[in-house]
């Protein structure tokens, strides 16, 4: 979404930004002398190619505007709907047991 961003309308920001990713992935020693990079975009080169096609396509990515929720929120709603569930089964569930064990009852005697 950020590579979408950056290059929105502009093929020469999109290919501008694809050669600089190219140039900071060659920085990368080679993988039997990799050590650990805090940076994951540089990880193996997958992720960097993936971003280079996608900004030399013809038809590159679009920019997403939509509206998301934040992590906290969502676990929240999530929290919130499982505790009513919890609710309504507590109460209802209760006096189903009750009355399915009475019926098995008077059935088996």
């Known amino acids: 979404a950020a ?3 950056a290059g929105a309308g502009s093929a020469a920001r999109r290919l501008d930004l694809a050669s600089a990713l190219v140039k900071v992935a060659r920085l990368a020693p080679p993988a ?10 540089l990880h193996d080169g997958g992720d960097i190619a993936l971003r280079v096609r996608h900004l030399t396509a013809d038809r ?3 920019a997403r505007h939509g509206v998301r929720l934040p992590s906290v929120l969502t676990g929240a709603l999530v929290l919130g709907a499982s505790l009513a569930i919890a609710l309504v089964a507590s109460s209802v569930l209760p006096g189903l047991v009750q009355a399915t064990t009475e019926t098995l009852v008077r059935l088996i005697g």
């Open 60 to 62: 590159p990515l679009e």
């Open 3 to 5: 590579d979408a961003r």
């Open 32 to 41: 039997g002398l990799r050590r650990p990079i805090p940076c994951s975009t």
